[in-house]
């Protein structure tokens, strides 16, 4: 498109161009770019005014069809409710009667009672074909085997189970018998426990006990040493052990007589049990032995004189040895060598102050034993605390395992109540 001798007289376009002639740039350029670009603005516009008339145009023509639509639309709905009302209706719907014909409870060709009445007969059917089955012992009724084989294995099942049952009766028996022989050896037993509990069988035990051990300490001495309990002596049986001193060389220089008793007495009871010891055994001294210093008569102690021939001593091999029996055998050995008119020549000064330091020695090794009891009562005490202890620790080793866990799944450990400083302290 060429234009020669266009004058635009356009203020906006005027002051354009001069403002790019006084920058320096080409005016021409400028005046093609506003051609060109109100051409697109024109045929925009144009464009606009056409899709207008069209929009105008859509619009009366579907307010038309809708006009046209909402009429035979009613008459559509009408034409539908009168031939749903002649289908479904509650009196004279062809569908209604068909349904009430078909599926109502009064109606002889209703479905479910025609289901009712084929599902009857074919149970009645089922019925009898198995109980003729069941009943049948025909070859052809395929249950006969079955039958036979269920008989056979029922009475197999009694047979054995008589035999079991009879085993069981003999094993019943067996077992009663065993049962009752048990029970005579236990009220056996029960009567011999009662026994050594009344002091009896009891205190034999401990005779043979102290028997042994000074006959073990007679031997060293070379005196000579016998149990007599069970023989009578002049007038009794009392007294269990009576050594003569140097016996085992020559004819005794004097006897000693030792009563074992797992009893306690009173103190007048013990000294006459002595007396009577040595009178009935012809002693010149008696010993009382008792199993431990919970035995000892009341209002005496052990390892002291009493009446110039009498002594008192705890013999408990289990926790002493036989220490305190040899002390009360040399005691009591001495006294009787000094009492004798041929041992004039016995320093008697000298016994009396061995025997005092022998006594303080024993005496030393009583406290020393008490000292150790009340150590292995402490030690004991220790332990405990010691398993105590440990259990605490466990408890906590478990409480860091449970919250280790509970850290590894992600899982709140919980409200865990904070840690006493003594199961801290336990715990260091």
Do not use: W
């Amino acid at each position: 498109m060429v234009a020669d001798g266009l004058v635009i007289d356009d203020e906006c376009a005027v002051r354009l161009v001069r403002e790019r002639e006084e920058h320096g740039e080409d005016p021409v350029r400028l005046l093609l770019d506003a051609i060109g670009i109100g051409a697109r603005v024109l045929d925009r516009e144009s464009a606009g005014a056409n899709a207008d008339f069209v929009r105008a145009e859509l619009e009366k023509v579907t307010h038309e069809f809708e006009h046209v639509l909402q009429s035979r639309t009613g008459e559509v709905s009408e034409q539908l409710a009168r031939k749903v009302d002649e289908a479904f209706g509650a009196e004279s719907g062809h569908v209604t009667k068909a349904i009430q014909r078909h599926f109502s409870d009064d109606s002889s060709v209703a479905v479910q009672n025609r289901v009712r009445q084929v599902v009857t007969e074919a149970l009645g059917q089922v019925q009898q074909s198995l109980v003729q089955q069941f009943s049948s012992a025909d070859a052809k009724n395929p249950l006969a085997e079955f039958k036979q084989g269920v008989v056979r294995q029922v009475h197999a099942a009694a047979a054995e189970q008589g035999k079991s049952l009879r085993a069981l009766d003999e094993r019943m028996a067996n077992m009663q018998q065993e049962i009752a022989a048990l029970r005579v050896e236990r009220e056996k037993l029960a009567e011999i426990e009662a026994e050594r509990e009344r002091g009896t069988a009891k205190g034999r035990t401990f005779e043979e006990e102290v028997a042994a051990a000074i006959d073990h300490i007679a031997t060293l001495q070379g005196d000579d040493s016998e149990a007599v309990g069970d023989f009578a002596g002049a007038t009794g049986k009392t007294g269990d052990v009576v050594v003569g001193i140097e016996g085992c060389s020559g004819p005794p220089r004097g006897r000693i007589v030792f009563e074992a008793k797992n009893s306690k007495k009173s103190r007048p009871d013990a000294l006459r049990e002595l007396d009577r010891a040595l009178e009935q055994r012809d002693a010149d001294f008696a010993v009382l032995v008792v199993p431990n210093e919970e035995k000892v008569p009341a209002k005496m102690r052990p390892l002291r004189e009493y009446n110039g021939d009498k002594l008192i001593v705890a013999f408990d091999p289990e926790t002493e040895g036989t220490i305190a029996l040899e002390l009360a055998y040399s005691l009591a050995r001495a006294r009787v060598l000094m009492q004798r008119s041929e041992s004039e020549g016995i320093d008697a000064s000298a016994v009396h102050d061995t025997v005092e330091r022998a006594l303080n020695a024993m005496e030393m090794v009583r406290t020393i034993k008490s000292t150790l009891k009340g150590a292995t009562t402490n030690i004991e005490k220790a332990r405990s605390a010691i398993d105590a202890m440990a259990g605490q620790v466990r408890a906590h080793l478990e409480q860091v395992d449970e919250l280790v866990r509970a850290g590894e799944t992600g899982e709140p450990g919980g409200d865990e109540a904070e840690p006493e400083p003594e199961s801290q302290s336990t715990l260091i």
